[in-house]
Protein backbone atom coordinates (compact mmCIF):
# COMPACT_ATOMS: atom_id res chain seq x y z
CA UNK A 1 0.00 0.00 0.00
CA UNK A 2 3.04 2.50 0.47
CA UNK A 3 4.86 1.50 -2.52
CA UNK A 4 1.65 2.68 -4.28
CA UNK A 5 0.70 5.37 -2.49
CA UNK A 6 4.61 6.70 -3.28
CA UNK A 7 3.86 5.49 -7.03
CA UNK A 8 0.39 7.78 -6.62
CA UNK A 9 2.49 10.57 -5.34
CA UNK A 10 5.45 10.79 -7.77
CA UNK A 11 2.74 10.50 -11.09
CA UNK A 12 0.63 13.42 -9.72
CA UNK A 13 4.23 15.66 -8.89
CA UNK A 14 4.67 14.40 -12.94
CA UNK A 15 1.52 15.71 -13.77
CA UNK A 16 1.96 19.02 -12.04
CA UNK A 17 5.44 19.71 -13.55
CA UNK A 18 4.32 18.60 -16.96
CA UNK A 19 1.42 21.19 -16.72
CA UNK A 20 3.41 24.15 -14.92
CA UNK A 21 5.37 23.38 -18.37
CA UNK A 22 3.41 23.72 -20.85
CA UNK A 23 1.32 26.87 -19.01
CA UNK A 24 5.10 28.18 -19.18
CA UNK A 25 5.69 27.44 -22.52
CA UNK A 26 2.23 29.50 -24.14
CA UNK A 27 3.01 32.37 -21.13
CA UNK A 28 4.38 35.65 -22.58
CA UNK A 29 2.46 35.36 -26.02
CA UNK A 30 0.73 38.30 -27.65
CA UNK A 31 -1.06 38.56 -31.05
CA UNK A 32 -0.34 41.53 -33.88
CA UNK A 33 -2.81 41.67 -36.50
CA UNK A 34 -1.95 43.87 -39.04
CA UNK A 35 -4.34 45.75 -41.61
CA UNK A 36 -4.29 46.92 -44.98
CA UNK A 37 -6.10 50.46 -45.91
CA UNK A 38 -6.19 53.21 -48.07
CA UNK A 39 -6.78 56.72 -48.74
CA UNK A 40 -9.02 58.24 -51.91
CA UNK A 41 -6.97 59.05 -54.87
CA UNK A 42 -8.46 59.79 -58.50
CA UNK A 43 -7.58 56.25 -60.32
CA UNK A 44 -9.54 53.73 -60.84
CA UNK A 45 -7.56 51.18 -59.99
CA UNK A 46 -3.91 50.59 -57.69
CA UNK A 47 -3.46 46.80 -57.55
CA UNK A 48 -0.65 45.60 -55.75
CA UNK A 49 0.40 41.70 -54.62
CA UNK A 50 2.07 41.42 -51.29
CA UNK A 51 4.66 38.52 -51.55
CA UNK A 52 5.86 39.07 -48.01
CA UNK A 53 5.11 41.10 -44.23
CA UNK A 54 8.46 40.70 -42.14
CA UNK A 55 8.41 42.51 -38.34
CA UNK A 56 11.83 43.07 -36.44
CA UNK A 57 11.87 42.61 -32.87
CA UNK A 58 15.78 43.91 -32.61
CA UNK A 59 17.32 46.97 -32.37
CA UNK A 60 19.91 46.30 -34.47
CA UNK A 61 20.20 48.94 -37.26
CA UNK A 62 21.48 46.18 -39.60
CA UNK A 63 19.73 43.37 -41.49
CA UNK A 64 19.51 40.82 -38.20
CA UNK A 65 16.12 40.52 -36.40
CA UNK A 66 13.67 40.50 -38.81
CA UNK A 67 10.89 37.37 -38.97
CA UNK A 68 8.52 36.68 -41.68
CA UNK A 69 4.62 36.96 -40.89
CA UNK A 70 2.37 34.26 -42.54
CA UNK A 71 -0.20 36.33 -44.64
CA UNK A 72 -4.13 35.63 -44.34
CA UNK A 73 -4.62 35.39 -47.88
CA UNK A 74 -2.35 33.54 -50.78
CA UNK A 75 -2.25 35.41 -53.35
CA UNK A 76 -2.50 38.56 -51.53
CA UNK A 77 -3.30 41.11 -54.16
CA UNK A 78 -5.26 44.17 -53.59
CA UNK A 79 -6.46 47.36 -55.44
CA UNK A 80 -6.01 49.67 -52.76
CA UNK A 81 -8.87 51.78 -53.78
CA UNK A 82 -11.38 49.57 -52.19
CA UNK A 83 -10.31 50.28 -48.74
CA UNK A 84 -10.88 53.77 -48.55
CA UNK A 85 -13.52 55.73 -46.35
CA UNK A 86 -12.77 53.37 -43.32
CA UNK A 87 -12.77 50.10 -45.27
CA UNK A 88 -9.83 47.58 -44.63
CA UNK A 89 -8.56 43.86 -45.27
CA UNK A 90 -6.61 41.74 -43.10
CA UNK A 91 -3.03 41.76 -43.90
CA UNK A 92 -1.48 38.96 -41.44
CA UNK A 93 -2.68 37.98 -38.00
CA UNK A 94 0.49 36.12 -35.51
CA UNK A 95 1.32 35.22 -32.05
CA UNK A 96 4.20 37.09 -31.17
CA UNK A 97 6.35 36.42 -28.20
CA UNK A 98 5.35 39.69 -25.87
CA UNK A 99 8.02 43.19 -26.35
CA UNK A 100 9.18 45.46 -28.30
CA UNK A 101 9.19 45.52 -32.48
CA UNK A 102 10.04 48.20 -34.18
CA UNK A 103 9.61 48.20 -37.89
CA UNK A 104 7.57 46.51 -40.89
CA UNK A 105 8.04 45.63 -43.65
CA UNK A 106 6.13 44.62 -46.97
CA UNK A 107 8.09 43.13 -49.80
CA UNK A 108 5.67 43.34 -53.25
CA UNK A 109 5.72 41.64 -56.26
CA UNK A 110 6.91 43.31 -59.63
CA UNK A 111 3.24 42.65 -61.48
CA UNK A 112 1.35 45.54 -59.76
CA UNK A 113 -0.86 47.44 -62.17
CA UNK A 114 -2.81 51.13 -62.41
CA UNK A 115 -5.97 51.68 -64.24
CA UNK A 116 -6.01 55.34 -65.31
CA UNK A 117 -9.14 57.07 -66.79
CA UNK A 118 -10.93 53.57 -67.94
CA UNK A 119 -8.30 52.19 -69.94
CA UNK A 120 -9.10 49.03 -71.46
CA UNK A 121 -5.86 47.73 -69.94
CA UNK A 122 -3.98 47.77 -66.95
CA UNK A 123 -0.91 49.54 -66.64
CA UNK A 124 2.58 48.65 -65.08
CA UNK A 125 3.03 50.28 -61.58
CA UNK A 126 7.28 50.39 -60.89
CA UNK A 127 7.64 49.75 -57.31
CA UNK A 128 11.47 50.78 -56.93
CA UNK A 129 12.88 48.25 -54.42
CA UNK A 130 9.42 46.65 -54.00
CA UNK A 131 10.44 42.71 -54.31
CA UNK A 132 14.08 43.71 -53.15
CA UNK A 133 14.38 45.79 -49.57
CA UNK A 134 10.65 46.05 -49.62
CA UNK A 135 9.07 48.83 -48.03
CA UNK A 136 10.19 49.60 -44.60
CA UNK A 137 8.75 52.07 -41.71
CA UNK A 138 9.28 52.58 -37.86
CA UNK A 139 5.83 51.21 -35.53
CA UNK A 140 8.02 51.21 -32.62
CA UNK A 141 5.38 49.33 -30.45
CA UNK A 142 4.93 47.12 -27.29
CA UNK A 143 3.56 43.63 -27.61
CA UNK A 144 1.80 43.41 -24.18
CA UNK A 145 1.14 39.50 -22.86
CA UNK A 146 -2.16 38.21 -23.87
CA UNK A 147 -3.48 41.35 -25.22
CA UNK A 148 -4.00 42.21 -28.91
CA UNK A 149 -2.25 44.91 -30.92
CA UNK A 150 -4.04 46.19 -33.68
CA UNK A 151 -1.72 48.00 -36.24
CA UNK A 152 -3.33 49.58 -39.88
CA UNK A 153 -0.52 50.34 -42.70
CA UNK A 154 -2.35 53.34 -44.74
CA UNK A 155 -1.36 54.02 -48.09
CA UNK A 156 -2.20 57.49 -49.07
CA UNK A 157 -2.55 56.53 -52.60
CA UNK A 158 -2.57 60.16 -54.02
CA UNK A 159 0.90 60.97 -53.13
CA UNK A 160 1.82 57.53 -53.56
CA UNK A 161 1.76 57.90 -57.30
CA UNK A 162 4.09 59.32 -59.22
CA UNK A 163 4.19 59.56 -63.52
CA UNK A 164 7.63 59.11 -64.59
CA UNK A 165 7.70 61.84 -67.15
CA UNK A 166 6.90 58.81 -70.33
CA UNK A 167 3.29 57.95 -69.94
CA UNK A 168 4.44 55.19 -66.95
CA UNK A 169 3.42 55.25 -63.39
CA UNK A 170 5.47 54.67 -60.16
CA UNK A 171 4.73 53.73 -56.88
CA UNK A 172 7.09 55.36 -54.12
CA UNK A 173 4.15 54.98 -50.88
CA UNK A 174 3.60 57.10 -48.88
CA UNK A 175 2.43 55.28 -45.34
CA UNK A 176 1.76 55.80 -41.93
CA UNK A 177 0.71 53.36 -39.38
CA UNK A 178 -2.12 53.84 -36.45
CA UNK A 179 -3.46 51.54 -33.80
CA UNK A 180 -6.85 51.38 -31.83
CA UNK A 181 -4.91 52.66 -28.58
CA UNK A 182 -3.03 55.74 -29.64
CA UNK A 183 -5.76 57.06 -32.26
CA UNK A 184 -9.32 58.03 -32.72
CA UNK A 185 -11.12 58.50 -35.78
CA UNK A 186 -14.00 61.17 -37.14
CA UNK A 187 -17.03 60.38 -38.66
CA UNK A 188 -20.30 62.10 -41.04
CA UNK A 189 -22.68 62.00 -43.70
CA UNK A 190 -22.58 64.32 -46.37
CA UNK A 191 -25.34 65.53 -49.07
CA UNK A 192 -26.14 65.61 -51.24
CA UNK A 193 -24.18 63.13 -53.55
CA UNK A 194 -24.35 65.41 -56.56
CA UNK A 195 -22.29 67.67 -54.88
CA UNK A 196 -19.48 64.74 -55.49
CA UNK A 197 -17.63 66.03 -52.35
CA UNK A 198 -14.66 64.65 -50.54
CA UNK A 199 -13.43 65.22 -47.03
CA UNK A 200 -10.56 66.62 -45.62
CA UNK A 201 -9.12 66.62 -41.69
CA UNK A 202 -6.33 68.67 -41.12
CA UNK A 203 -4.72 70.03 -37.18
CA UNK A 204 -2.44 71.93 -38.97
CA UNK A 205 0.68 69.35 -39.45
CA UNK A 206 -1.80 66.34 -40.83
CA UNK A 207 -4.09 65.73 -43.66
CA UNK A 208 -6.45 62.93 -43.61
CA UNK A 209 -8.97 62.17 -46.27
CA UNK A 210 -11.73 60.20 -47.08
CA UNK A 211 -14.90 60.12 -50.01
CA UNK A 212 -17.92 59.65 -48.61
CA UNK A 213 -20.42 56.41 -49.34
CA UNK A 214 -21.88 57.11 -52.61
CA UNK A 215 -25.42 55.76 -51.88
CA UNK A 216 -25.34 56.68 -48.38
CA UNK A 217 -22.76 59.97 -47.65
CA UNK A 218 -21.60 58.46 -45.34
CA UNK A 219 -17.74 58.72 -44.37
CA UNK A 220 -15.10 57.85 -41.95
CA UNK A 221 -11.52 58.47 -40.67
CA UNK A 222 -9.66 56.39 -39.12
CA UNK A 223 -6.48 57.10 -37.09
CA UNK A 224 -6.68 60.73 -36.13
CA UNK A 225 -4.50 61.51 -33.48
CA UNK A 226 -6.38 63.04 -30.27
CA UNK A 227 -6.50 67.00 -30.50
CA UNK A 228 -8.08 69.60 -32.36
CA UNK A 229 -8.93 69.42 -36.05
CA UNK A 230 -10.49 71.38 -38.82
CA UNK A 231 -12.68 68.87 -41.61
CA UNK A 232 -13.13 70.93 -44.32
CA UNK A 233 -15.67 68.94 -47.01
CA UNK A 234 -14.76 70.24 -50.73
CA UNK A 235 -17.37 70.57 -52.72
CA UNK A 236 -17.86 69.82 -56.97
CA UNK A 237 -20.64 70.21 -59.44
CA UNK A 238 -21.47 73.65 -58.23
CA UNK A 239 -21.98 73.27 -54.28
CA UNK A 240 -20.26 75.57 -51.90
CA UNK A 241 -17.51 74.40 -49.83
CA UNK A 242 -18.10 73.89 -46.26
CA UNK A 243 -15.48 74.19 -43.08
CA UNK A 244 -16.46 72.48 -39.39
CA UNK A 245 -13.83 74.16 -36.74
CA UNK A 246 -12.32 72.54 -33.57
CA UNK A 247 -13.71 68.90 -34.11
CA UNK A 248 -12.32 67.62 -30.90
CA UNK A 249 -11.20 64.11 -30.85
CA UNK A 250 -10.48 61.78 -28.15
CA UNK A 251 -8.46 58.64 -27.99
CA UNK A 252 -10.36 55.82 -28.11
CA UNK A 253 -13.57 57.75 -29.42
CA UNK A 254 -15.22 58.36 -32.64
CA UNK A 255 -16.01 62.21 -33.04
CA UNK A 256 -19.14 63.05 -35.00
CA UNK A 257 -19.61 65.92 -37.32
CA UNK A 258 -23.19 64.70 -37.80
CA UNK A 259 -24.94 65.35 -41.30
CA UNK A 260 -23.74 67.81 -43.55
CA UNK A 261 -26.25 69.25 -46.09
CA UNK A 262 -24.04 71.52 -49.13
CA UNK A 263 -25.85 73.86 -50.96
CA UNK A 264 -25.17 75.57 -54.59
Not at 103 to 120: F, Y
Not at 228 to 241: E, K, L, P, Q, R
Amino acid sequence: MKAIRSFTFFFILLATVFVFQSCKKESGRSRLTIYLTDAPADYDQINIQVVEVQVKASSDAGENGWQSLPLASTPANFNLLEFTNGMDTLLSSVELPAGKISQLRLVLADNNTIVVNGTAEPLPLQVPSGSESGLKFNIHADLIEGVEYKLWIDFDAARSVVENGSGGYILKPVLRTFNEATSGAIKGIVSPIAAGATVQATNGTDILSATPDPVTGEFLIRGVIAGTWTVTIDANNGYVDQTINNVTVTTGQVADVGSITLTQ
